[in-house]
């Protein structure tokens, strides 16, 4: 399979390029260039096939002329120790827990198989790689554990100094090993345009393998799509939408991939917080991007969201195709800490507010287009992660799961350094160059 770039049809990469590149050249992200048809395999799959033989035998038949059956297997095993969850809260309504992993929340499954992949294919080469990421502190958490301790790969993260909550800073702070952790006297904005200024620096470029891991890099989508066909084969005979709580629509965009493989859904539910572009797109056909608003779901806090166009390129373009597809729903933060407390107190599941947005969109539209349909909500984080929302919901706040409490008691490892790109040079020389 190749992939093109969505902003130019004739630039295409292989999947390893793709990986290595992040982000095309042209400023695009890639997309895969054919629709394989995947039906008879996910038809083939019981209720009880376990999720990494699902998850290899997908990455096999996607990427077939590039691995071989025994690499796919190899990378899933080595990806996912950690498997998703199916809990039902509401007759009509069941929770794809996706929060099981080291950073309890869903972007593990990406950030895992993007660093199994790395590694599978630097092994034997001489190459190394270096992934330079800077984080305002979850996404860099997911990144930080998923590639500790592989071969032949470091990791470099920067973070904005006394702006990620203690726990966060500790997650980044004491993995160690190759993973180090540069603590920027500046803003979330420094770390990032230092990490953009690294990338294009004809020095660095010239003496270092550096390489990135964000949201966009294919070896993080496609794995997302794995568990939409995983929950399926548990719950086909219900013919489930899925509900997505969605920022940057990277979760969202990997299912209807799925779909175009040939998973048999009705439709998916896009749930937004106020921070509703694609909503109003699917509303109006009118997309316009605008500054983030700060809500109690912040992984969702997204103004212009890059897999739209990815979104767009399934579609061809077309709003009235999309919405056939995808239904939407808007939720106001008022109702998301509503919905934490309601469904607690009625059923006791807990959940996070990234979690309450997709499941009040799923309880909002089964209640207006019902008629014995059911919702499959993805649920993306532990509610754990979220202790001030949380307890503002229930008056108190939820235990912490035992892997982050964990890290609270190892000492941080963090060197600090002032927010120029000089600095970052200075230290990416001396250690990797
Ligand atoms: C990143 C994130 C989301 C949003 O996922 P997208 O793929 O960006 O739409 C939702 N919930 C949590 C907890 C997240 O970390």
């Not at 899933?76 to 929340?105: M, Q, T, W």
């Not at 979850?138 to 920067?158: P, Q």
């Not at 373009?317 to 808007?330: H, N």
Request: proline fraction near 6%; charged fraction near 25%.
């Amino acid at each position: 399979m190749l992939f093109f770039s969505t902003r130019n049809p004739k630039n295409l990469v292989t999947f390893e390029e793709g990986v290595f590149q992040g982000l095309a050249p042209d400023g695009g992200l890639y997309h895969p260039l054919k629709t394989p048809d995947l039906s008879a395999l996910m038809e083939s799959f019981s209720s009880d096939t376990p999720f990494t033989e699902i998850a290899s035998a997908l990455t096999s038949a996607l990427l077939e002329d590039e691995l071989k059956p025994a690499q796919a297997e190899s990378i899933c095993r080595r990806a996912f120790p950690f498997e998703p969850v199916l809990a039902e809260v509401d007759k009509d309504i069941s929770v794809l827990e996706l929060f099981h992993g080291p950073s309890c929340a869903f972007k593990d499954f990406g950030a895992s198989f993007l660093a199994a992949c790395m590694e599978e294919f630097l092994k034997g080469s001489a190459r190394k790689a270096v992934i330079l990421t800077a984080t305002s502190g979850d996404t860099g958490s997911a990144v930080a554990r998923a590639f500790h301790k592989r071969d032949n790969i470091e990791v470099v993260i920067l973070y904005p100094s006394g702006r990620v909550s203690p726990l966060q800073e500790k997650q980044l702070t004491t993995l160690g090993g190759n993973v180090s952790a540069l603590e920027v006297e500046g803003s979330f904005d420094d770390c990032q345009r230092m990490v953009k200024q690294a990338f294009v620096d004809p020095e660095l470029r010239d003496r270092i393998p550096l390489a990135s891991a964000n949201s966009i890099n294919l070896g993080r989508l496609l794995p997302q799509s794995f568990y939409y066909v995983w929950a399926w084969t548990r719950a086909r005979a219900d013919n489930p939408y899925f509900a997505v709580p969605s920022g940057n629509f990277g979760n969202l965009t990997a299912g209807v991939l799925a779909w175009t493989w040939g998973l048999k859904v009705p439709g998916f539910l896009a749930v937004t917080n106020r921070n509703d572009v694609v909503p109003q797109y699917l509303l109006s056909g009118d997309f316009a991007p605008r500054p983030s608003l700060q809500t109690p779901s912040n992984a969702m806090d997204v103004g212009d969201p890059s897999n739209f166009e990815r979104l767009l390129e399934i579609f061809d373009g077309s709003r009235e195709k999309m919405s056939r597809m995808i239904a939407q729903q808007i939720i106001t933060d008022e109702e998301t800490i509503a919905a934490i407390r309601e469904v607690k107190n009625r059923t006791g599941y807990l959940m996070d507010p990234h979690t309450a947005v997709g499941y009040l969109g799923s309880r909002r539209y089964l209640d207006t287009a019902g008629d014995g349909r059911k919702i499959i909500t993805l649920s993306t984080a532990h509610p754990g992660k979220f202790q001030e929302v949380v307890e503002e919901a229930l008056g108190s706040a939820p235990e912490l799961p035992e892997r982050l409490r964990e890290v609270l008691n190892l000492p941080k490892q963090a060197e600090k350094i002032d927010n120029s790109l000089d600095a970052l040079k200075a230290f990416l020389l001396s250690r990797h160059g």
